[in-house]
Nanobody, 121 residues
Framework: QVQLVESGGGSVEPGGSLRLSCEFS????????IGWFRQAPGSRHEGVSC????????YYADSVKGRFTISRDNAKNTVYLQMNSLKPEDTAVYTC??????????????WGQGTQVTVSS
């Protein structure tokens, strides 16, 4: 049974940092890409970042390149999203996703419950 459990959301001022965590179970990163989507109020889901199961590389949306970093700890079955230099437009619900044999996490098979990130002064 696949589970994705996020933590680490919260409120921060512009320019601040947050680190999101996604503890996963029920699958291997050898078979699944894992990453993050976000959805702002009134907007569609947007892919933020992904660790590919095809080539092991990390991919980022243009809007977060240079500010966000995705990483994983295989021993803890956890994926992280370090978010620096946060902007008000980063405000959204961030959701951990997993995609079987995925490259960019573009078609997730599994979704976590989401965690709120609010960037405001």
């Amino acid at each position: 049974q696949v589970q994705l459990v996020e933590s680490g959301g919260g409120s921060v001022e512009p320019g601040g940092s947050l680190r999101l965590s996604c503890e996963f179970s029920g699958f291997s990163l050898d078979d699944y890409a894992i990453g993050w989507f976000r959805q702002a109020p009134g907007s569609r889901h947007e892919g933020v970042s992904c660790i590919s199961s095809i080539d092991g590389n990390s991919y980022y949306a243009d809007s977060v390149k240079g500010r966000f970093t995705i990483s994983r700890d295989n021993a803890k079955n956890t994926v992280y999203l370090q978010m620096n230099s946060l902007k008000p437009e980063d405000t959204a619900v961030y959701t951990c996703v997993a995609e079987s044999k995925g490259l960019y996490c573009s078609g997730p098979d599994y979704w976590g419950q989401g965690t709120q990130v609010t960037v405001s002064s």
